[in-house]
């Protein structure tokens, strides 16, 4: 940071091309701020959960592509600095773009209330990737429902416009990050440096910490609750690095999913998978390995994976420093961490994979896309001479905390990963979990799954299963 604070009373930020500035309060929506704000109705909300896609809007955050992104679960903190597009922004000079086109002239908009995210996300994929295969333009469309009809005319447009060519505009000049906005009574920081949030997390250890928002930002959609000061992870140089050495990446706690997803999926194509099945394009673009982690929840699904795999989390704060722990060990109970008041999650260090090693991670939800999940079990296994040498099976879904298997592992160590070895695992289920029933499943229906997830590693492993891949 400068040595004079950047500070004012209102968000800054190019909207569809021109610089604006809007007095708002930073905890007010991304989806408020455009409609209500700047006027701009294209926009739409359906769901206010980050769901249905129909407030999908393009953001660009320094030279970075443009992302789409659910604006009604976004907040006006996150749009300050940025390049922010609406469906207004996408026609210039009257023509319309390709998207815009081929959606019209296919008969693809049907009632039109969820066309303009279907639009934006389109466009989000098209300026990325030229000819995109048909299974990536149906992933660019998870996230977004269409209420009419099914997606053919939908999936044609897209093909019908990437023929035409989609070109990515220029980055326009962004407006200089602000230290602090306060407006309303809602005070929003935005630190650049480890040193910096510390501080203010010190100072300020109620404020409400906003990583990527995707989780936090569905209670402020309905506007549960006020965030009178916010402190935001999105500019600290420290929690946006990717690190890579032959043997393991750290990432970050502000680095996105769709950022690991691109830095696992050659070595990882299994938890690539779970990536692109936990979040749509909108919401990977957003959502956070640090936030995910410390919202703590027994169901989220990237903990799983990662303890399985064997990482490790790194917490810091002004008084205390810096300290690293095994993942598995910063889950105590219920939504209770090791995290102190004073404390932030730094980065998370992946091991990569070695000779031997098999990982696979597998989801059980009620739909396959966009779900939160009922089990998630995921397996890490070292082998030797056909025999299991090491193993961490964990699972989400099955405790309050996220947690591996740990008598179920001793029952495969030492023995071939076969039918017998396998059954006298899944014996030892109850020893390691007693879940509960809620709507998702009941606890006799999570054993068993946790017991088949077991048994489909197996024959995974032993070739009977292909594995899916990720886009």
Not at 237 to 257: K, M, N, P, S
Not at 367 to 396: H, M, N, P
Not at 413 to 419: A, T
């Amino acid at each position: 940071m400068t040595d004079q604070p950047r500070t004012s009373d209102s968000i800054r930020f190019v909207l569809n091309g021109k610089p604006v500035a809007l007095a708002v309060r930073p905890d007010t929506t991304a989806l408020d701020v455009i409609r209500n704000h700047a006027g701009l109705t294209g926009t739409k909300e359906g769901c206010a959960e980050g769901d249905c896609g129909a407030c999908t809007v393009l953001l660009r955050r320094g030279e970075g592509p443009r992302q789409a992104a659910n604006a009604c679960i976004m907040t006006a903190a996150q749009l300050d600095g940025t390049e922010l597009t609406t469906v207004e922004g996408l026609k210039q000079d009257g023509v319309l773009t390709p998207v815009q086109d081929a959606m019209a002239s296919n008969g693809s908009s049907q009632c039109g209330f969820c066309t303009p995210g279907i639009v934006m996300a389109l466009t989000g994929l098209l300026e990325k990737a030229a000819d995109p295969e048909e299974e990536a333009i149906h992933d660019a469309l998870a996230g977004n429902l269409c209420r009419c009809t099914g997606y053919r005319p939908i999936v044609e447009a897209a093909k019908t416009a990437a023929k035409a060519g989609v070109a990515a505009p220029s980055a326009a000049g962004l407006p200089e990050k602000q230290t602090e906005v306060s407006c309303g009574g809602s005070v929003l920081h935005q630190p650049e440096t480890l040193d910096q949030l510390t501080a203010l997390r010190a100072a300020y250890p109620d404020a409400v910490l906003l990583a990527g928002g995707t989780d936090l930002g569905v209670a402020r959609a309905d506007y549960h609750s006020d965030w009178d000061r916010i402190i935001s992870t999105a500019q600290v140089g420290e929690l946006r690095a990717i690190g890579e050495t032959a043997d393991a990446w750290t990432f970050g706690a502000a680095v996105t999913w769709e950022e690991i997803l691109q830095a696992v999926r050659a070595d990882y194509p299994s938890l690539a998978t779970l990536i692109r099945r936990f979040g749509s394009t909108q919401i990977r673009a957003m959502g956070t390995v640090g936030g995910n982690i410390g919202t703590a929840s027994p169901i989220g699904d990237g903990p799983p994976a990662l303890i399985a795999l064997g990482a490790t989390i790194t917490l810091a704060s002004k008084a205390g420093g810096a300290r690293t722990l095994p993942l598995e060990d910063f889950f105590l109970d219920y939504r209770k961490t090791e995290l102190k008041p004073d404390e932030v999650i730094v980065s998370v260090t992946v091991p990569r994979p070695k000779a031997g090693e098999e990982f696979r991670v597998y989801k059980l939800s009620k739909r396959y896309d966009q779900d939160i999940s009922t089990v998630c079990g995921a397996f890490w296994l070292a082998t030797e001479g056909g025999k299991v040498t090491a193993c961490r099976l964990a699972y989400g879904g099955m405790a309050a905390i996220p947690k591996r298997a740990k008598a179920m592992e001793n029952k495969l160590l030492d023995r071939p990963l076969d039918r017998g070895s396998v059954s006298e695992a899944i014996e030892a289920l109850s020893e390691d979990f007693s879940p509960l029933s809620d709507w998702r499943g009941s606890a006799a229906y999570r054993k068993k799954t946790a017991a088949a997830l077991l048994h489909r590693l197996a024959r995974d492993l032993a070739g009977e299963i292909v594995e899916v891949m990720a886009l």
